[in-house]
Structure formats: C-alpha cells, structure tokens
C-alpha cells in the first residue's frame, strides 16, 4: 500500500496559527518519511500499520417523505414527487468519469461537487430521512434511507453504472471527533462505528476510487487506533491523505479538513490549491450581494434568506459588536454574559462576534444560525447570517434548494443539514483529482472491457 500524506497544521479560528502539533505528530508516526521534499511528501506505511493491515440507466426516482419538516404524513411524505432542479449550468454526467455512490450524503454537499465536475452521481445513502428532497432535487440521484451498519458491498455494487470505474465518497458524522463537542474523559462514541463500517463496505465492494473527508482530530481519535484502522481497510489501494485548508480551494471559511483519496487504478492525489493567499474568497464576495433582512424575518424572494430572531438583550449585543471583535471590545460591559465574567469563562472570545466582510469567516457548524453560538453576526446588520447566507459561505449554488417552494424551512432543521455538509468547493476539487484518475486511456482499457468491445 503506497501512501502520499502530509499536514498542513489545524488553522485555529481565533489565533489563525498552526494548531495541534499532536495531529501531526501521529498523521507522521502513521507514515514512515520516504524523502521527498516535496511540499506533499510521499510516505510509506510504518511497519505498526503494515503489520496491521487486512489481506482482503439513467432511471431516476424523486419520492421525498419529508415528515417532521413539512408535517406531512408519512403516506403524504411517500407520495411526494421532487421535481426535478433547473440545472442549466450542470453539465451533463460523462461516463469516462465513473459512477459516484455517496455514503452519510446528507443534503448533497460532496455528490454536488461531482456533478458539477460532470460525474454520474447514481446514489445518496443517509439514516436522515429529512434530507431526501434537497438531496434528489439538486443531484438528479436517487436517496436511500438506510443504516450503513446493515449493508454490504454487493448492494453498494449495484448501484453503480457496469463498465464505469466505479467511485465510493463519504463523510461519515464528524460531531464525535469535532474539537465543538468533544469532551474530556468521554467514552469511545457509538457512531465512531460509523467509520469502520465505511471501511468494511471498501473492503466487500473494491470500489476504483474512494474519497473520505472529516476533521482533523478524526486522525487522533481513540489514540489514533480507529483511523488506522480504517487505512488498513484500504489495502490494494494507492493512499494519499492530508489536512487541507479549504480555503485554499475556494470555500470563504477558516475549515480544516482531512481527505483522504484512495485508488485501485493508479496513483491520486488531491489536486493542487485553486485560491492562493492572494485569491481567497471572502465574506464579502460570498454574501455581500444579499438583499437585507431584519432578525426573525426572511426575504420574500427567498425563503431560506431568514434569520433567526434576537431577544432584547442579544439585539443590544449585537449593536455593540464590531466586525471581527469580542464581547471584550464592548463599551458596555454589562452586556457581557454572566458566564464569560467568570475565570471559567474568560477564554470564550468565539461568542457573540460579527464576521468581517473581507475576511474568511469562522467554521460553518450546525449552530451557525445563532448569534450567541459563534462569530456568526452579519458584518452590518444587526441579526445573525441567514440560512441562505450560511449555504453560500457553505459554497451550495445560490439556488440550491432545501425544501419545497412555499414552505418555511424550519431554522434549526435546515442549519443542521448545511453545517453537516461538505463545502461543493472542495468536493469538486476531489472530484477533478478522481477525474485526472478515471478519465486517463489505461484506466479505459482496464475498466470498460464491455463498453470498448460495442
């Protein structure tokens, strides 16, 4: 197993310095330095890891419950029909480039970007029923409601295009590992299984291609054991993995992923960044051309442009924040939380802040729809971002749609699926690495042995 890794170091949203040296420590003690000085080095597994490792149409279907939601029932849910989205600008699937099949596909981040890059994006599988109408609507692909625990490769199989190299993505739930709701002395979390599962599926199917992207600290979970052992799952594979700033990719966010590619037809590597310290997106560019909104209100035109309400005290807050800065920086210092006043609290600067409009803004998270939550106030206006807002800083097309036209998306629901999401920026940068990979001759020859003999 050849392995291409390096790490770029965790940008900390509040000091904007290299963070958790342990991260790099254990991504380089997985990875044995081969020499290249390269700036992405190229290493070979350590002999703890190797000694490790396992030998081992175009019908679509626009059914939606999306009950808890809409409140429909489940009958009604059932006999909803997604129309198919106004993609205009998607280009058609290209069958040189494979069949895409999306693991915990959520509302269709990471399928997203492939079918912009021109994929076959076949399938969507989630256990959150709630997402099926984004995810089929704006992807053309079919959702499955299913728990990964109960399939296998030979079902993940059949959802693939015969005679196409065929390219297995996810992102398995992140919140276990996530430094937001990680807590000291916490027990191995339950959906850390998740992961593994993931793995076993790789190892039943052989896909050509596989993509995984989480966060960082998803490398030092459980002392580094549950990422190594999903590496291991990818035996036969050529392995690249690294910590990616995705605002190197487009994405106008301070969000450090680790992705991971891996391919059974040659070697991948993700490719190089498109949006240099010079090129980077910022808020400005993201949402800036957004009519304004007041708290608690949506825009007529738009109803996922809404923002959540503000109580007296939060509307004063706001008021007194300035782009970029802290509860400390307030004239008033009754307006401070009593929390923050303690010692226990005095740390918490990532609070009750406004993005600056020509700057990156923080972390997208499913709480981004609160002004307490983050630094996730409106550069100059007084409410939190919108939804809409959130999507765009998330990198969805501006028209990508959440929910049926005339419904009001609830607040709390739609920032979930957003935060939860891969930025479309970065999956389409995965995608054309997977296609400088499918799309080369000896690849043809090698996985559409029917298709070249018509």
Known sequence: M????????????ATRNHGDQRLSAHLNNCLRLKGDKNATRTHRAAPSLREGLKSTGKGRSYRGPLSGVLRLTTAECRDYKAPPAELADVPLPDADRGSVVDLFCG?????????????????????????????????????????????????????????????????????????????????????????????????????????????????????????????????????????????????????SRLVVLASRIGPIELEEPTHGANRRRTVRQAIGQLPPIEAGQSCEEDALHRASRLSDQ????IKAATPGGTWRDWPDQSLVAECHRKHSGRFYNNVYGRMSWDDLAPTITTQCYGFGNG????????????LREAALLQTFPPDYALQPPDNQPVIAHAARWIGNAVPVELSRAVARSVAAV????EVSKAVRPAREAE
């Open 107 to 255: 509302i269709g981040g990471l399928s997203h970007g492939f079918v912009l890059e021109g994929f076959d994006v076949r399938a969507g599988v989630d256990v959150d029923e709630t997402c099926r109408f984004a995810y089929e609507t704006n992807n053309l692909a079919t959702f499955y409601e299913k728990d990964i625990e109960y399939l296998d490769g030979g079902w993940i199989n059949s959802l693939f295009v015969p005679d196409t190299p065929r390219i297995l993505v996810g992102c398995a739930p992140c919140q276990p590992f996530s430094p937001y709701t990680r807590r000291s002395g916490e027990d191995r979390a339950p959906e850390w299984c998740l992961l593994e599962h993931f793995g076993r599926i790789v190892r039943e199917a052989q896909p050509e291609i596989v993509s995984m992207e989480n966060v960082p600290r998803l490398a030092i979970a459980d002392e580094g054991r549950l990422f190594e052992g999903f590496l291991a799952d990818l035996d036969g594979y050529e392995v690249w993995a690294k910590v990616v700033d995705c605002a190197d990719y487009g994405v106008p966010q301070m969000r």
């Open 438 to 441: 499918t799309t080369c001759a």
């Open 2 to 13: 050849h392995w291409h890794c390096s790490y770029s170091g965790v940008w900390d949203a």
């Open 314 to 317: 939060n509307l004063k807050r």
């Open 375 to 386: 630094r996730f106030g409106h550069p100059a206006q007084d409410r939190a971002i919108s």
